[in-house]
């Protein structure tokens, strides 16, 4: 049995990779979380150590009594405006503790790393889809501290020859697992479909959309959704291909379609039954019109098909979860 690593476990995209391990008893979990966001019955399996990435003595007491085979990186902050306003909390939070992270992957010799990056690292597209080739040019802090992690991975790897990293580049991640457990339940998240279901059930008022005047076909803007367990699926084929082949590599996590604003809010619309208020507002600084991936490369390098392309079963699952959180 494999001991892993998983920080931030307690997190949306993290809880869901968990429970998806619970049928792979090669693998044991260990879950370090400071529950800053996270919260600890969204783990649904695996054991939880309850601690800072950011304390090197418990972190390393962690490492040298499970000699990790393998590390999910989850942890991390995750609101984009909130980088805008708080920069140095990104720098610190997903820069600086990554940092640390690596000092103990280095120290102990762990062998790999699988990273939860971002589109935000690709900025503003020419053409709205990402090669994981296309130049980076991140336009939020959030983007750059997640950028600064991939270019330490990538150093650590060509200096210590033993050790291979997965970037994951996450397109939208929504939805909520099938069987109802888990879903996402980040304070303040800014994520359309989020908000869009926290509208539907009254949490909020109304919502807005930002933009209505970008070339595409409704003139708001497009974005890849992934379903949650479908990137969870692709952290276990990211694992056991740096495990097994012991390459690094960097891999977009998107369908390579996308959907636009105006066409998930209806879909929110009709799944819940609720017209609710959506005003219509300027665009936000900063956002792209058009972002998706290009979704060869993970199809072709892992054992990973997505099992729930489909904006419908994404938003239904997103609902469930959010009229459970009521
Ligand atoms: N949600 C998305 O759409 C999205 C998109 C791209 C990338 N990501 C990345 O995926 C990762 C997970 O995101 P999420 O949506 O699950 O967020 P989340 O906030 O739900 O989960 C983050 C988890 O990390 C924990 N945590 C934060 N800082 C910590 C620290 N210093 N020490 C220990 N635990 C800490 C939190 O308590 C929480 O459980 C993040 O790194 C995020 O940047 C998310």
Redesign the pocket.
């Given at each position: 049995m494999k001991n892993i690593l998983v920080?931030?476990?307690?997190?949306?995209?993290?809880?869901h990779l968990l429970n998806q391990l619970k049928s792979l008893p090669e693998f044991h979990p260990v879950v370090?979380?400071?529950?800053?966001?996270?919260?600890r019955e969204?783990i649904l399996h695996g054991e939880l150590h309850v601690?800072?990435?950011?304390?090197t003595e418990f972190m390393a007491k962690l490492f040298e009594k499970f000699n990790f085979a393998g590390v999910l990186?989850?942890?991390?902050?995750?609101v984009v405006p909130e980088s805008v306003a708080d920069p140095l909390k990104y720098y610190e939070?997903?820069t600086a503790?990554t940092l640390k992270l690596l000092s103990h992957v280095a120290r102990f010799k762990t062998p790999a790393l699988i990273f939860?990056?971002?589109?935000?690292v690709y900025g503003n597209l020419a053409d709205g889809v990402a090669h994981e080739d296309t130049p980076t040019n991140p336009e939020s802090p959030?983007g750059r501290t997640?950028l600064m992690s991939e270019w330490m991975l990538q150093d650590m790897a060509h200096a210590l020859p033993d050790f291979s990293y997965m970037i994951l580049?996450?397109?939208?991640?929504?939805g909520a697992s099938l069987d109802g457990r888990i879903g996402?339940?980040?304070?303040q998240?800014t994520?359309l479909l989020k908000v869009a279901c926290e509208t539907a059930v009254e949490k909020r008022a109304q919502m807005q959309i930002y933009g209505t005047d970008y070339p595409t076909k409704d003139g708001t803007c497009i974005r890849d959704f992934i379903h949650?367990d479908d990137l969870a699926r692709a952290h276990i084929a990211a694992l056991k291909y740096v495990l097994e082949e012991k390459k690094s590599q960097t891999l977009n996590c998107g369908y390579g379609h996308g959907h636009t604003v105006s066409e998930v809010i209806s879909a929110v619309k009709k799944l819940s039954g609720r017209d609710f208020p959506v005003e219509l507002a300027p665009r936000r600084p900063g956002d792209c019109g058009v972002v998706m991936s290009k979704a060869d490369k993970i199809k072709a390098l892992l054992d990973w098909e997505p099992q729930h392309d489909s904006l419908d079963v994404i938003v239904k699952s997103a609902l469930e979860w959010e009229r459970k959180l009521k």
């Open positions: 920080t931030g476990g307690a997190g949306y995209i993290g809880s370090v979380d400071n529950l800053s966001t996270g919260k969204s601690g800072d990435v950011a304390d990186h989850f942890a991390g902050s995750v939070n997903n503790n939860s990056s971002t589109a935000a959030y997640k580049r996450y397109f939208n991640v929504a996402q339940s980040t304070p998240a994520h949650v």
